[in-house]
Nanobody
């Protein structure tokens, strides 16, 4: 089972940028489809972005982040990234990365491994 550790969260002003990283253990990282989700206080966990396994040729974004966030992966470093630009206060949440084997999908149940999350706070 792959283990995931997120980093890169923090406090940023509206309009600013952050890059989240998710480091995975194991030698089979490249075979996993990877996703980012987020959960704001009092809300359900929601999909943010996903990237397919191997070359990452398939990308998927939530409408709320399309054009502002970019997901990418570096298989040599066993790491998936989420570049977040033009941040808004409504982006404030705990961000989780997840690994699965069912394609670049927005469905939470398609991901079997989850990290502990990293807090992102965007001030107005």
């Amino acid at each position: 089972q792959v283990q995931l550790v997120e980093s890169g969260g923090g406090l940023v002003q509206a309009g600013g940028s952050l890059r989240l990283s998710c480091a995975a253990s194991g030698r089979t990282f490249s075979s996993y489809d990877m996703g980012w989700f987020r959960q704001a206080p009092g809300k359900e966990r929601e999909f943010v972005a996903a990237i397919s396994s191997w070359s990452g040729g398939n990308l998927l974004y939530a409408d709320s982040v399309k054009g502002r966030f970019t997901i990418s992966r570096d298989n040599a470093k066993n790491t998936v990234y989420l570049q977040m630009n033009s941040l808004k206060p409504e982006d404030t949440a705990v961000y989780y990365c997840a690994a699965g084997s069912y394609g670049a999908t927005h469905q939470r149940y398609n991901y079997g491994a989850w990290g502990q999350g990293t807090q992102v706070t965007v001030s107005s």
